[in-house]
């Protein structure tokens, strides 16, 4: 028996338009299912993979932010850290993710 295999791709750099990737939509559908927080480290993977996606992260790009449908606090959150690298970033939310991501 043949498997059928996905053709989803994460396709959203060069942002926002991608490349336009057959089965990118899946993938978003996917996305905005999950959890916040797996949102939350879809975005941040995302970002490691993509330097023009890492700079407008820590830039707190508001189209990058509601693409990933986090909530009004988390956007808040993420906009108030200050750092000048992912890793920086990310450190910076460990310090308050007990307080603001769930």
Not at 29 to 37: A, F, H, R
Not at 71 to 89: C, D, P, R
Request: hydrophobic residues 40%; contains cysteine.
């Amino acid at each position: 028996m043949q498997q059928q295999s996905s053709k989803s791709a994460i396709d959203i750099t060069p942002w926002p338009t991608g490349e336009g990737f057959q089965g990118n939509k899946d993938w978003w559908e996917y996305v905005w299912t999950q959890k916040e927080v797996d949102r939350l480290d879809s975005l941040l993977l995302a970002a490691l993979l993509s330097r023009e996606i890492c700079t407008l992260l820590l830039n707190h790009d508001e189209a990058l932010l509601k693409a990933f449908n986090l909530s009004e606090e988390t956007v808040t959150h993420l906009s108030q850290i200050e750092a000048q690298t992912l890793e920086g970033f990310v450190q910076a939310m460990k310090i308050n993710t007990n307080n603001a991501i769930t």
